[in-house]
């Protein structure tokens, strides 16, 4: 039989499960008997709240309980949600007003919970909610992003919650001042709901001693932390689980006010408690995406190379610090603000806003695909500007040395993008684009084609463990520290431990997302797993055929040293014993050495890895509807190491999805009153299977120093080049009609004003 190799398309053990109908997600989980809880939420974006009376509410039939902000307050608890604070450009800390559990006060977004209401069902809490009686006096709500209106909170009086900058801004000037060219771009990147497929959820129990709280979420450590110092509880008292989940993208990586009222209410009540989202309820609760408009701007010298960066960005934080609102746009944004150029010098300011809008947060890349977004944007349009093709524009200005220390202290480690986009070329037929381009004119059609080279940058941290446990029927189980939102990790990582120990695949069990049974770990996110991961069970498996070896050693009557391990079985000069992992751990058993049936591994991969790749898009525009179709789509990637190419590829699939969602058909509208316009399928439009082209998929790997492996991050990149690669396309397309400026999302009607000259709704 063919042994496997390190790299190799593996189908998802997992998928008979889902897709007959077996998955466990939180609603199929939450014990029989719970009972139902239901959220009355804020109906108006921002009012004074005059009196909460939640009386009749109690006296309701079926009704065991309900809590608002007071209740928790009376507790003990601490109700308030916490989130990363930035540092202003004059040294100032950025405001952290307070985002308590259930409205305190004043309601501040539509969707904001105001009270829990607990009943033997959901219709009877949701009749009770009825009975609530909230009385507000309205103030008007502040939905742009900039600064003045209506004060939202007193910490931020013209509700602007930080100014942060990073770079050289006096040097930046200079380049600027002595540049031959500069252009200059206003980008928008438009506010996505995130709609994951399920809806967020979870059950809390208590069973007098410790709590337990079982939610849809993208790791359990962070939850356990927050909700332990919440409620008052020594973290040893708190268990949180993670079952199946069906889509995080961000979004359930982020605590949720839900999660601690719920977990709450439960220890009131002694009984379990379920509450599981609805998709409106979702649309209004859940953090958003992205949001924010870049002004940038680019300094060229006379031979098109560039001498410096400067953007300033307005982004949108709804309205309270959540999680990593505050370091999203910033931070996060900076560790690819130059993307793959050698950019000398450059200056990024950015000022964050609340509003009266639902929290936004992370999507789906975090701050580098909206960093990606504005570069190869004014990039493109430098290209036009300056009579230059836009790969040459690339060419000239590409990284080509490296280790490269980027001008917002990232050091790129490695990278061959010349070689990428040389790929890409060949494989999305740029030069047969002329010739599309005449057949799509010969039936009244624009055709476009856009380029997007991005970068990621792949966190190494926050470390990872592993354990791996022999059982007693002859198999193993493998404890990981991350959680699959649906990646397939339960065949990744069982695979990964397979080929490297030996261990058969189907001996292998898979357990994640239980805080009682691994130490640490940091969940998905970030691109991370499979490189965190990875690498960690790799020291496991060194530490397993190590132990095993000396035992082993012993027994074939051989030094330690002598003993091989093959990937398969151990074997020794001068013995005959060949055995397998599973049998060396048997004999281990057989001669009581528990000692060596449980293994662990606890890393921590400092660097990060650079993912980087080339996204081709072709648009085809109907003059006369505005009806854009992507017609082609090619993406060349270097993901470093894969180990599992297949999936990889379906990662990418299922990013551009996303990205092209964004670009082409999602749109959140919220009126002047900060009431949610495209709050449901109706109004909010995802993309569909016949809005994706087939996309062409290659790699062309330069394997990563950072880790053992060589692997860097794929989870993420298929989004973070799909935005521009659709824009550019688009202003290809419109370019001759005199569009200078076009935005996502791309609808029909916005295209089509595009096409009048028609102002843009
Ligand atoms: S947006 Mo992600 O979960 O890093």
Redesign the pocket.
């Known amino acids: 039989m063919e042994k496997f190799g390190k790299s190799q398309s593996f189908k998802r053990s997992e998928d008979v499960r889902f897709l007959t109908g077996h998955g466990r997600y939180i609603d199929d989980i939450a014990p029989d008997g719970a009972l139902h809880g239901f959220l009355l939420r804020s109906p108006v974006a921002h009012a004074t709240i005059t009196s909460l009376d939640v009386e009749a509410a109690r006296e309701a039939e079926g009704v065991a309980l309900v809590l608002t902000v007071d209740d928790l307050l009376e507790a003990g608890m601490d109700i308030r949600m916490g989130g990363t604070v930035l540092t202003n450009r004059d040294g100032s800390k950025a405001a952290e007003p307070e985002r308590p559990m259930l409205a305190r006060g004043k309601l501040r977004h539509v969707g904001e919970p105001v009270a829990l209401v607990v009943a033997e069902t959901l219709q009877q809490a949701r009749d009770a909610a009825e009975l609530i009686e909230l009385d507000y006096d309205d103030l008007p709500a502040h939905v742009e992003v900039c600064a003045g209106g209506e004060t939202i909170h007193p910490e931020a009086p013209d509700n602007r919650a930080f100014d942060w900058g990073m770079g050289d801004e006096a040097a930046t000037a200079e380049a600027f001042d002595k540049a031959a060219r500069v252009v200059r771009l206003e980008v928008g990147d438009n506010r996505v709901i995130v709609n994951a497929m399920e809806g967020r959820g979870c059950y809390a129990e208590w069973d007098g001693a410790r709590l337990h709280v079982a939610f849809n979420g993208?790791g359990v450590w962070g939850l356990k932390g927050e909700l332990a110092e919440a409620m008052g509880l020594d973290p040893e008292a708190v268990r949180i689980t993670n079952p199946d989940v069906g889509g995080?993208?961000?979004m359930k990586?982020a605590s949720y006010p839900e999660y601690f009222v719920l977990a709450q209410a439960a220890r009131v009540l002694g009984k379990p408690v379920r509450w599981i989202s609805e998709r409106t309820e979702g649309m209004l609760s859940d953090h958003a995406g992205r949001d924010l408009t870049t002004m940038a701007e680019l300094a060229f010298d006379a031979d098109h190379r560039i001498l410096g960066y400067r953007i300033h960005t307005m982004c949108n934080l709804g309205a309270y610090n959540s999680g990593f609102g505050q370091p999203i746009q910033t931070l996060l944004f900076s560790k690819v603000l130059t993307g793959t150029y050698d950019i000398p010098t450059a200056y990024m300011r950015v000022e964050g806003f609340f509003t009266n809008t639902t929290q936004v947060d992370?999507?789906?890349?975090?701050g580098r695909p909206e960093a990606i977004y504005v570069i190869e944007r004014v990039m493109d349009r430098a290209a036009r500007e300056l009579g230059l093709d836009p790969i040459e524009l690339r060419k000239i200005n590409f990284i080509k040395d490296f280790p490269y220390k980027t001008v917002t202290g990232e050091t790129y480690d490695v990278g061959d993008f010349p070689r990428v986009l040389d790929h890409a070329i060949l494989d999305a037929d740029v030069a047969g684009f002329a010739a599309r381009k005449d057949e799509s004119a010969a039936q009244g059609k624009l055709r476009g084609l856009g380029l997007c080279f991005y970068i990621e940058s792949i966190l190494g941290d926050p470390a990872e463990d592993v354990r791996v446990e022999f059982t007693e029927d002859g198999g193993a189980v493998i404890y990981v520290g991350t959680q699959s939102n649906g990646q397939g990790h339960e065949t990744v990582f069982a695979k990964f431990l397979s080929d490297h120990s030996g261990i058969p695949f189907d001996k292998i069990a898979f357990v994640q997302g239980d805080s009682d049974l691994i130490a640490r770990g940091g969940g998905?996110?970030?691109?991370r797993s499979v490189t965190t991961q990875a690498n960690v069970t790799l020291s496991c498996v060194r530490q397993m055929v190590e132990g095993f070896s000396a035992f082993l050693a012993e027994e074939m009557g051989v030094e330690a040293a002598e003993v091989r391990f093959d990937d398969e079985r151990f074997r020794a000069e001068g013995s005959n014993l060949t055995p397998t992992m599973l049998e060396v751990a048997e004999m281990a058993r057989a001669k009581g050495r528990e000692d060596l049936l449980t293994w662990s591994a606890r890393d921590q991969i400092e660097a990060r890895s650079y993912p980087n790749g080339a996204h081709f898009a072709e648009v085809e525009i109907d003059l006369e509807t505005g009806v854009t179709e992507v017609v082609k789509y090619t993406v060349v990637d270097d993901f470093g190491n894969l180990i599992n190419p297949m999936l990889a590829e379906g990662q990418v699939h299922g990013g551009v999805a996303q990205g092209l969602g964004q670009a082409l058909c999602e749109r959140t509208v919220f009126d002047e009153d900060g009431q949610l316009l495209s709050a449901s399928f109706m109004d909010y439009a995802m993309p569909r299977a016949d809005d994706m082209p087939w996309v062409k998929f290659d790699v062309e790997p330069v394997p990563s120093t950072g880790n053992p492996m060589g692997m860097k991050g794929c989870g993420?990149a298929g989004t973070v080049g799909a935005l521009a690669a659709v824009s550019n396309a688009m202003q290809d397309a419109l370019w001759e009609k005199g569009v200078k400026q076009v935005d996502m999302p791309f609808t029909p009607m916005r295209v089509w004003s595009l096409l009048q000259g028609a102002p843009l709704a």
Request: charged share 15%; proline share 0%.
């Open positions: 993208q995080g993208f961000g990586a992370a999507y789906r890349g975090a998905t996110g970030g691109s993420e």
